[in-house]
């Protein structure tokens, strides 16, 4: 028998755009939370490898929920000289370092959650294209902007803590606890201004559930990641799931699909 923890409180983005109200300090927090978990995750040896919006789950319905981490399905249990080099995660929030076939730490958590947080403050992914070799091309760079209007109410030390944890070289990113002694983290920048009418329009836009939820064809992702020089690392061979996103990852040092973290 399995015995599991009940999580009803539903998804991240569900739960903003139902919100009349919505804040930098609310996202500052959520951020808080999530860096909080994740920190434990690392002081324990576990890199995720595919933090995302998706994966950020209310306890319940309350209103002063805590956020709880999900799918450790690519993770991966650090050992004494083990590396990592797969190439797995979710396009659009997997760190550069990742996608240039470089040996990578944990440090490849934190750029996601550089990609997350600029999500919760505007609505809209830091990268994106609908040809996949130009959208890792855009990550390989580390290209991002803060577009106007979207991001001219956001406060500079929101950006400046983006900028912090989207940091191409993995050696200059802000670890998790570099993150949570941030101004926006922990002192009083992060803006009360209501953002809500904007952000949420933009979640709708971008992250409707039917593009959550697309299955990709496996075949095609195979051929596409051949192409790219993708499809092989130092920890063995790739194997892809026809799930959200792209996944590629040895099986080996997995934590159980589907565990859930609490925060």
């Not at 919760?120 to 959208?135: H, Q, R, S, T, V």
């Not at 406060?155 to 944890?165: N, P, Q, T, V, Y």
């Not at 983290?185 to 803006?191: E, K, S, V």
């Amino acid at each position: 028998y399995l015995v599991m923890q009940l999580v009803s409180g539903g998804e991240l983005f569900d739960r903003i755009v139902e919100k009349g109200f919505y804040t930098e300090r609310d996202a500052s927090q959520l951020i808080h939370q999530i860096l909080d978990a994740v920190k434990y995750l690392h002081d324990m040896g576990i890199v995720h490898r595919d933090l995302k919006p998706e994966n950020l789950l209310y306890y319940s319905m309350d209103e002063d929920s805590k956020i709880m981490i999900s799918d450790f399905g690519l993770s991966k249990i650090e050992g004494a000289g083990s590396v990592m080099s797969t190439a797995c995660g979710t396009p659009g929030y997997v760190a550069p370092e990742v996608l240039a076939q470089k040996p990578y730490s944990k440090a490849v958590d934190c750029w996601s959650i550089g990609v997350i947080s600029y999500i919760l403050l505007c609505g809209y992914p830091p990268f994106y294209d609908e040809n996949d070799a130009k959208l890792f091309e855009q990550i390989l760079k580390a290209e991002y902007e803060f577009d106007s209007p979207y991001w001219d109410d956001i406060s500079d030390s929101a950006k400046d803590f983006i900028c912090h944890l989207m940091e191409k070289d993995p050696l200059k990113r802000y670890t998790c606890e570099q993150a949570l002694q941030h101004p926006w983290i922990c002192g009083d920048t992060a803006l009360d201004k209501n953002i809500h009418e904007s952000v949420s329009a933009q979640i709708k836009k971008n992250f409707a559930k039917s593009k959550w939820k697309q299955a990709f064809n496996a075949t095609a992702v195979v051929r596409h990641m051949r192409r790219l020089q993708l499809g092989t690392s130092l920890e063995g061979p790739s194997q892809i799931t026809p799930t959200i996103g792209l996944k590629l990852c040895h099986s080996e040092n997995f934590l159980a699909p589907g565990t859930i973290f609490s925060i």
